[in-house]
């Protein structure tokens, strides 16, 4: 097995019971290369202050984060508010250290291995060669020599079978 990297991520807000996230990751991985590296701050900044405040203004509702990669959109979802939160992707390496790091950290996150897509079934997803933040079912949209076989799901069916409709969507 490959090397882990591990370290403690301190929580850009925090509530009263939580400051600091324990991250255990493959050390291969850039999302939690790039957090270890400078936090939530110097991570998607922008996009992560904009994540915290639609969290912020209503605190009902499910949390969908569409291509999570390793997490770090569903672990701030799940630490620090009490939304249903749902984490959607189909590599196994990244789904696989989500969960991971939610049971270490003892977050609720569901987690779905599959790519929402305008239609259901399967195809293959192109596994970027620069950075597993750039994977796409889209051939060319990143230089591929790799790809793996995912299963499809439209929002409306996944929202069908489980229930679970979406209050706050963040889409990579």
């Given at each position: ?5 591990s ?14 996230l324990?991250?255990?990751a493959?050390?291969?991985?850039y999302v939690?290369?790039?957090l ?12 992560l202050?904009?994540w915290?405040a639609?969290l912020?203004?209503?605190?009902e509702?499910a949390?969908?984060?569409?291509g999570?990669n ?5 672990w701030?979802?799940a630490?620090l508010t009490d ?14 250290t ?5 049971r270490r950290n003892d977050l609720d996150?569901?987690v ?6 305008d ?19 889209v051939a060319?949209?990143?230089e591929?020599?790799?790809?793996i076989?995912?299963?499809l799901l ?14 706050v969507?963040?889409?990579?």
């Amino acid at each position: 097995p490959g090397s882990i990297r591990s370290f403690s991520l301190r929580l850009p807000a925090s509530n009263d019971v939580r400051k600091t996230l324990t991250i255990e990751a493959p050390a291969e991985l850039y999302v939690p290369r790039k957090l270890q590296e400078s936090g939530f701050g110097g991570y998607e900044g922008s996009s992560l202050a904009c994540w915290l405040a639609v969290l912020d203004l209503d605190r009902e509702g499910a949390a969908f984060d569409v291509g999570a990669n390793a997490g770090p959109y569903a672990w701030l979802a799940a630490a620090l508010t009490d939304r249903t939160v749902v984490a959607f992707e189909p590599v196994p390496i990244l789904a696989d250290t989500c969960e991971a790091i939610a049971r270490r950290n003892d977050l609720d996150i569901r987690v779905e291995r599959v790519a929402l897509s305008d239609h259901s079934g399967s195809a293959p997803l192109y596994l970027s060669d620069r950075t597993d933040s750039s994977n796409s079912l889209v051939a060319g949209f990143r230089e591929s020599s790799q790809s793996i076989q995912v299963r499809l799901l439209t929002l409306d069916e996944f929202v069908e079978q489980s229930g679970t409709p979406p209050h706050v969507i963040k889409i990579d």
